[in-house]
């Protein structure tokens, strides 16, 4: 990985697009820290590790527990999207034939989930400001008023859609998907306070009789890590390799060609997903804590969408797994890939061209979802059920989460540099290279 890195380095337009992917990031981590005009930001820390608080700063950097103008980070933008292409399964027709349009319909599709962004962004920021406000121990808003919660709602949205801007920034000039690297700048930027959480939980306030068991605690723990990582980088790099033979190529002639499926088609935009599904209702439902506490309904809604729950832990699971399914097909569509295969005269040893190729490229990937939606269930619930049955710190019960997206964010951007890299080698065959 190092290596690769240093060799990208030379070469000037992979230079270009890392550089420029740092910058962007750069601006997103010091906007996380412009608190909102008329916030006390330091009334959440007494609530700061709490776990709805954890998994919108997951989305944010950080912005969350600053109260800065990017508080909401991309969590809006990602249920549009999921809402979005829910809609596309013939639920909404107008979305349907946007969708089999190309690039003029993804741009219509696209526009289309900036509208509901904007929409879902302004309600979760009054939202969840209404309910840290309604908190008594929490003095939040300086001088709450409707004009002030107005004003407030129109900067977080404001910020949401700037971050989502920079996003796309990344995709089209820099390196890897933006709203993931985002994500990932988040996560890695709050890393070092997690340790120092761990470290001050264990050591600092525990008691004196008790540093062995947190020394032998925290060693299995970074044992623990390492082995998730390689299980989870080794399914991550996993593929299925489906042959594939051209019927114009010479009889006799070598034929390794072959379509790689993943194992885990969808990555970890199934995670995301998820964590952003769970997060949305549970910012809608502060807004409400004030006045409806007690009521039945309010705490059933709040147990089920709160991820330290056995309840919430199992909707998570669930919601992965369902992502997963429905990701894999909208990243690998039977259909279109069966009729690429056709019209490219190419076909799969022994199946028909076709239906015959669409039902054999869906059984497939139902077979490899499976797998792929049970890797990541087991690596994002295994930590909540640690911290359930031991009593853990919560950023242990969120670090599977976390430790998905930061490695497969990672694995993603490598290998598109090492693609960038091959595709800069092909050049070189055809014309000289400019130089770096």
């Known amino acids: 990985m190092l290596s690769s890195l240093k060799n990208a ?14 910058m962007v990031l750069i601006v997103f ?3 996380t820290y412009i608190t909102v005009p008329g916030i006390n930001a330091k009334a959440l820390q007494s609530v700061a590790s709490s776990g709805l608080v954890s998994i919108l700063d997951t989305f944010s950097g950080g912005g ?13 933008y990602i249920t549009a999207q999921i809402v979005i292409q829910l809609l596309q399964m013939d639920i909404v027709p107008r979305f349907v034939e946007w969708s089999k349009q190309g690039d003029v319909g993804r741009r219509k599709l696209n526009q289309a989930t900036r509208y509901l962004a904007i929409v879902l962004a302004f309600v979760q920021s009054i939202g969840i400001t209404a309910g840290f406000s309604a908190l008594s121990s929490l003095k939040l808003v300086q001088n709450p008023s409707i004009q002030t919660y107005f004003a407030i709602g129109l900067i977080l949205t404001g910020g949401t859609m700037l971050t989502t801007w920079m996003g796309d920034m990344i995709t089209d000039r820099g390196l890897g998907n933006g709203v993931s690297m985002i994500i990932f700048a988040g996560i890695i930027a709050r890393t070092p306070q997690s340790v120092y ?10 008691a004196t ?5 947190s020394v032998l605690f925290l060693v299995a723990l970074l044992v623990l890590v390492l082995i998730v990582v390689t299980f989870v980088t080794w399914v ?3 593929e299925r390799r489906v042959p594939i033979q051209y019927t114009r190529r010479v009889s006799g002639s070598a034929d390794n060609s072959y379509l790689p499926l993943k194992v885990n088609v969808a990555g970890v935009i199934p995670v995301i997903f998820a964590s952003s599904f769970i997060a949305t209702p549970q910012t809608i439902l502060m807004a409400f804590q004030n006045t409806h506490s007690q009521d039945a309904w309010y705490q059933t809604l709040t147990n089920i969408f709160n991820m330290q729950t056995p309840d919430g832990a199992t909707l998570y699971t669930v919601l992965i797994v369902v992502f997963t399914f429905f990701y894999a097909f909208v990243q690998v569509n039977p259909e279109k890939l069966a009729e690429n ?11 028909w061209p076709g239906h015959e190729t669409q039902s054999y490229v869906s059984s497939l990937l139902m077979r490899l979802s499976t797998v792929g939606a049970l890797f990541l269930g087991f690596v994002s619930l295994l930590p909540l059920v640690a911290q359930n049955l031991w ?3 919560e950023s242990i019960g969120l670090g599977g989460t976390s430790l998905l997206i930061v490695v497969g964010v990672a694995i993603e951007t490598m290998r598109q540099v090492d693609g960038l890299m091959m595709k800069r080698e092909y050049v070189g065959f055809i014309q000289d290279p400019e130089p770096a």
């Open 9 to 22: 380095f030379k070469i000037k337009d992979i230079r270009n697009k890392i550089l420029f992917t740092l």
């Open 64 to 76: 969350l527990s600053n109260y800065s103008i990017f508080a909401m980070g991309v969590s809006p």
């Open 209 to 213: 009789g008790t540093i062995w068991k």
């Open 341 to 351: 295969l056709q019209k490219q005269g190419s076909y799969i040893p022994g199946v």
């Open 197 to 206: 959480q761990l470290y001050k939980t264990y050591f600092v306030d525990a």
């Open 391 to 393: 009593d853990l710190n």
């Open 29 to 31: 981590r010091l906007g």
């Open 236 to 238: 991550q790099q996993a």
